[in-house]
């Protein structure tokens, strides 16, 4: 990479490096790890160590962890459990419609409702005595397993390069759900 990608600007290597670990953290869920800083090797690992590899596509595979780490987020914000509006109204921010195909992240609903509850990531229920019927997210066993809402605030506050008192009612609540063991 730079001696055919930066060739010119080899001495800003670590800002650009920076720079683009941080939208594959944001968009694809990756992190970018150094194994050798004398040679510059690196190695890509999923965000927050969970197992699920995230990949979709027609013929082009792209991991989507980093959408699921915004969910996960999402949830734990809503106090541990989300409505399908407000998931929705979020992810549209991202650029992520309900039932319309997304470039990197395929059909969302079916990748939300179907993929991310049969993998255990999340847990999709009908709103109890709900007229008509409404939906909400919480957090699936393998979520649970796997992470912790402290490493979901920790790694989105890594790539928003906010502090955790930004957050307060959040940081306060995964800080003690950590204590707790959660």
């Given at each position: 990479?730079?001696?055919?990608?930066?060739?010119?600007?080899?001495?800003?290597?670590?800002?650009?490096?920076?720079?683009?670990?941080?939208?594959?953290?944001?968009?694809?869920?990756?992190?970018?790890?150094?194994?050798?800083?004398?040679?510059?090797?690196?190695?890509?690992?999923?965000?927050?160590?969970?197992?699920?590899?995230?990949?979709?596509?027609?013929?082009?595979?792209?991991?989507?962890?980093?959408?699921?780490?915004?969910?996960?987020?999402?949830i734990a914000t809503e106090g541990d459990c989300a409505s399908e509006e407000e998931i929705w109204k979020a992810l549209h921010v991202r650029g992520v419609h309900d039932w319309k195909e997304h470039c990197i992240y395929g059909e969302p609903r079916e990748l939300l409702t179907k993929v991310w509850v049969q993998e255990q990531y999340l847990d999709y229920r009908q709103v109890p005595n709900s007229q008509p019927?409404?939906?909400?997210?919480?957090?699936?066993?393998?979520?649970?397993?796997?992470?912790?809402?402290?490493k979901v605030l920790d790694f989105l506050l890594r790539v928003y390069k906010r502090v955790p008192n930004s957050i307060p009612s959040l940081s306060e609540e995964a800080m003690s759900g950590e204590e707790e063991g959660t």
């Open positions: 990479m730079l001696s055919m990608v930066i060739k010119e600007h080899q001495g800003h290597f670590p800002e650009i490096v920076d720079a683009a670990s941080e939208c594959m953290q944001l968009v694809f869920g990756i992190d970018v790890k150094e194994v050798n800083p004398r040679t510059h090797t690196y190695v890509l690992v999923t965000t927050l160590g969970l197992t699920y590899d995230g990949m979709v596509g027609d013929g082009h595979r792209f991991p989507n962890t980093g959408l699921l780490v915004a969910v996960l987020w999402l019927a409404r939906y909400e997210f919480l957090w699936g066993p393998r979520a649970h397993a796997e992470t912790t809402k402290l």
